[in-house]
């Protein structure tokens, strides 16, 4: 079986370090919850680089304020196969899982339709020593 390739994406870090905050890739939504156990999936960490497959949704959530009455913001983003985020939506207060779940849904199966679009090799990649081309090979665990 082929290892997935994965690109290094920054993982923004929402609300503050201090509160609750997590990041997840979304591969499926049970639309018969309203809350954030509706989005199954993976957790990476956020606030830095996570290696993540192009074409993933990511789902990053935060709080900010005190602890008695925080204020909640989630946020949706696609990864490009060239390392970036796109976000897609986002959402604030206590409704936020609702308020996304369609979104995120409609975005899974936008996905699973759309091939990735994998760059081919180039002269531009003549510039790169053979050691660092196999150390991104390693990483991607090609090799």
């Known amino acids: 079986m082929e290892a997935p390739f ?7 870090l929402v609300g503050d370090e201090r509160r609750k905050n997590w990041a997840k890739t979304v591969t499926n939504v049970d639309d018969s919850l309203a809350t954030g156990w509706a989005f199954d999936g993976e957790f990476i960490a956020t606030g830095g680089i996570q290696d993540v497959e192009p074409g993933s949704v990511v789902l990053v959530y ?18 490009n196969s060239d390392a970036t985020l796109s976000l897609r939506a986002s959402a604030r207060g206590r409704a ?48």
Do not use: C, H, M, Q
């Open 62 to 79: 935060g709080e900010k304020g005190s602890r008695a009455n925080p204020a909640i913001e989630a946020r949706v983003f696609t990864v």
């Open 6 to 12: 994965t690109v290094a994406v920054e993982i923004p």
């Open 96 to 143: 936020w899982a609702r308020t996304l779940r369609d979104t995120i849904e409609d975005l899974l199966a936008e996905v699973a339709e759309t091939p990735i679009e994998l760059l081919e090799w180039t002269p531009d990649l003549i510039r790169y020593t053979d050691e660092a081309i196999s150390e991104e090979a390693k990483r991607r665990k090609l090799l």
